[in-house]
C-alpha cells in the first residue's frame, strides 16, 4: 500500500513536468504524467504543446516497459472528449492500468467526473486530491477560461480618414503608424485567440503573434478551402494555430498536418449565415478572449451576430478614396439607423499621428 506521503512525491514530479508546456499548450491546460510500478518510475510525459499528445498518451506510449499493472499520476482528470487526441480515459483503460492517482477534477464539463467514474467502473482504482491546490495554481489560467462561459470579443482594425482598410489594390501596408502597431502586439498577449479570414493571409502573409511582447495568442484562421500556401507564417508551426474549413473539403494539403496546426471542420455555409457557429466552436475549445483582425467581411459576419463586446479603430490622417477600395465593415450593412450597433463607453487616444477610438458595449 502506497502511503500518501509517496503520493505526494510522485505528484510534485508530475507538477514540475507539467510546467514543461508552459506558453505552448494553451489553450489546453498544462499536464504531467508519471508511470510507477514496483516502487519505480517506468515513464515520463506530458502535454508539449497545442495539438500534441497529452500527458498520459505520452507517458504509456513512450514506455519501454509493459504498463500493465502500473499506477498513473497525472494532476488533471485524463480527458474523456475527443479533439486533436483521442480520449485518454479510453487509453488507460486499454493499456490495463491499475490505479490513477490524480491532484484534480477536470472543470470541464465535457470530462468533469464522467473519467474518474468511466476509470472505476472498469476496475481502476482511482485517488483524487493529491496536492490539488498546487494544481489549480498551475492551471488557474485554464480554470478560469472554463468557469467563464461567457467569451469576450473584440474587432480591431487600422483604416483612413475616409474609413478605407485597404486600396482598390487591396495594398494596407501600413494605413497605421509603428506606435499604433507595437500596441497591437501588446494587445495581442491579452487574448486567448486572434481571428482572420484566408484574405488577409494571402494579401498581407502575417506572423500574427506578440513580437515578443509576450505570450503569443493561438492563431485563428478562417480558410475555407485551404488555400493557404505552404511557405506562409501562419502554418510555419511555431505558434498554435487553428484551422477552420469547410467540411465538404476532401482533400488535406500535407503541410496543414504540422506540428502546432489543429484543423477543425465546420458547415460554412451555415458559419456565413450565422457567426455564432464559429464563437460557439471556439468556445468549447476554452478560447474566451478572441481579438478579431479581420477584413470587412468578418467584421461585418461579428456584428451580425451581435457578439461584439467592443471595438478598436485606429484612424490614420491619410485619404485613400477609391469606390472599390475595402471599408472597416462590408456586408449588407443595417436598413435603419436605429438598427445599428451601439456602443455606451467611449475613449480616445493618441499613439502619434494616428487617433485610437475604443468603443465598448
Not at 501596408?173 to 499604433?180: A, M
Not at 502575417?206 to 513580437?211: A, C, G, W
Amino acid at each position: 500500500m502506497i502511503k500518501k506521503q509517496e503520493h505526494k512525491k510522485y505528484m510534485q514530479l508530475v507538477l514540475d513536468l507539467a510546467k514543461k508546456g508552459t506558453g505552448y499548450v494553451f489553450p489546453n491546460p498544462m499536464v504531467g504524467a508519471l508511470l510507477v510500478k514496483d516502487g519505480k518510475i517506468i515513464s515520463k510525459g506530458y502535454h508539449k504543446y497545442f495539438g500534441a499528445a497529452h500527458a498520459e498518451a505520452d507517458a504509456i506510449k513512450s514506455s519501454k516497459t509493459k504498463v500493465e499493472g502500473s499506477t498513473l499520476y497525472v494532476n488533471l482528470e485524463p480527458c474523456n472528449n475527443w479533439g486533436k487526441c483521442p480520449p485518454c480515459v479510453d487509453l488507460i483503460i486499454k493499456s490495463k492500468i491499475k490505479t490513477v492517482v490524480c491532484a484534480m477534477k477536470d472543470p470541464n464539463p465535457l470530462t468533469s467526473g464522467k473519467s474518474f467514474k468511466k476509470l472505476k467502473t472498469a476496475g481502476i482504482t482511482v485517488i483524487n486530491g493529491i496536492l490539488e491546490k498546487q494544481a489549480e495554481q498551475l492551471n488557474k489560467e485554464y480554470i478560469n477560461h472554463i468557469k467563464n462561459i461567457k467569451p469576450y470579443i473584440l474587432i480591431k482594425s487600422a483604416v483612413s480618414l475616409d474609413g478605407k482598410i485597404a486600396t482598390y489594390m487591396g495594398d494596407s501596408k501600413w494605413i497605421s503608424n509603428e506606435k499604433s502597431r507595437k500596441f497591437v502586439h501588446k494587445l495581442r498577449t491579452k487574448f486567448d485567440a486572434i481571428l482572420v479570414g484566408t484574405n488577409t493571409v494571402l494579401k498581407d502573409n502575417p506572423m500574427l503573434s506578440s513580437r515578443g511582447y509576450g505570450k503569443n495568442p493561438v492563431r485563428v484562421i478562417l480558410d475555407e478551402k485551404l488555400k493557404i500556401p505552404s511557405n506562409y507564417n501562419v502554418v510555419d508551426g511555431t505558434i498554435p494555430t487553428i484551422i477552420l474549413y469547410d467540411e465538404k473539403t476532401k482533400r488535406i494539403p500535407k503541410h496543414f498536418n504540422k506540428e502546432c496546426i489543429k484543423l477543425v471542420s465546420i458547415n460554412f455555409k451555415q458559419a456565413k449565415k450565422d457567426f455564432n457557429v464559429i464563437i460557439e466552436k471556439l468556445n468549447k475549445m476554452a478560447l474566451k478572449r478572441i481579438l478579431i483582425e479581420g477584413g470587412g467581411e468578418i467584421n461585418s459576419s461579428v456584428i451580425s451576430a451581435k457578439k461584439v463586446d467592443e471595438v478598436i479603430l485606429f484612424i490614420a490622417p491619410i485619404i485613400v478614396g477609391g469606390r472599390n477600395a475595402k471599408t472597416f465593415v462590408e456586408g449588407d450593412g443595417v436598413k435603419f439607423i436605429k438598427d445599428s450597433l451601439k456602443f455606451k463607453k467611449f475613449e480616445i487616444k493618441n499613439f502619434g499621428n494616428d487617433i485610437a477610438i475604443f468603443a465598448k458595449r
